[in-house]
């Protein structure tokens, strides 16, 4: 799996647009994108993936450049309940990172 | 549809003992992983099964061993407990697409709680 770097954390207001940046310069070209997020104390959720086209389902928006070396998660309308941490990974094997941490706010 | 399950939610155990951690995947699924997640931090990879066979590890010593069943579910095994192994371990399962390469999501199970004493 390829590296990936995201910020630490993000604030985004309640009702707003988040987005989630990553990048993943090493990425090879058979290797997808997954989003994943974890509230505390529970399993990671799976919330999107793609490999080369833009991606949307009814949770979130995957924006993958031309390049493939950056990808931005969207969640559209922000609520309280989407404050967890969010792992992007670049590769089959689920390779976690760090992640952000993402406190959506009143 | 059950999802991924996982047994015991909580489990204490004593330095230098052993425990098995069990896990079902979803239905329909047969590529079954754990992680193990120390507080404060990322789930690392642990091992991948696929057809009854260890398929990738991570880098974990061989204290920590798993098994698949003909059924797909599997456990993980982890012997000579060190307080070090203290952590949430986590089973991931994925559809049959998904082989050893994959690139189906997976599903994740809410965890075993392990603290070691």
């Known amino acids: 799996d390829a590296k990936t770097t995201q910020p630490t954390s993000m604030d985004c207001a309640e009702g707003r647009a988040a987005n989630l940046p990553c990048n993943h310069s090493?990425?090879?070209?058979?290797?997808?994108v997954y989003w994943y997020r974890q509230i505390h104390s529970q399993g990671p959720q799976y919330i999107i993936h793609?490999?080369?086209n833009n991606e949307t389902n009814e949770m979130a928006s995957l924006i993958i450049t031309e390049d493939r070396k950056s990808s931005t998660l969207i969640l559209p309308h922000a609520t309280l309940r989407d404050t967890a941490v969010y792992y992007c990974?670049?590769?089959?094997?689920?390779?976690f990172g760090a992640g952000t941490i993402l406190r959506v706010k009143s | 549809d059950a999802g991924v399950t996982q047994s015991p939610t909580h489990l204490i155990k004593t330095r230098g003992q052993q425990v098995t951690l069990r896990c079902s995947p979803k239905?329909?699924?047969?590529?079954v992983s754990w992680y193990q997640q120390a507080l404060g931090q990322g789930p690392q990879f642990i091992f991948q099964?696929?057809?009854?066979?260890?398929?990738q590890r991570g880098n974990f010593p061989d204290r920590f061993s798993g098994h698949q069943f003909p059924n797909y579910s599997s456990e993980l095994n982890v012997n000579a407990l060190l307080l070090g192994d203290s952590a949430l371990y986590l089973c991931?399962?994925?559809?049959?697409?998904?082989?050893?390469?994959?690139?189906?999501?997976?599903?994740f199970g809410q965890g075993t709680r392990l603290t070691v004493v």
């Open positions: 991931a399962s994925r559809s049959p697409t998904a082989g050893v390469v994959g690139h189906t999501e997976a599903f």
């Open positions: 990974i670049a590769g089959n094997k689920l390779v």
């Open positions: 239905s329909g699924h047969d590529t």
């Open positions: 090493t990425i090879s070209g058979n290797e997808y």
């Open positions: 099964y696929y057809e009854e066979e260890e398929r």
């Open positions: 793609g490999l080369k």
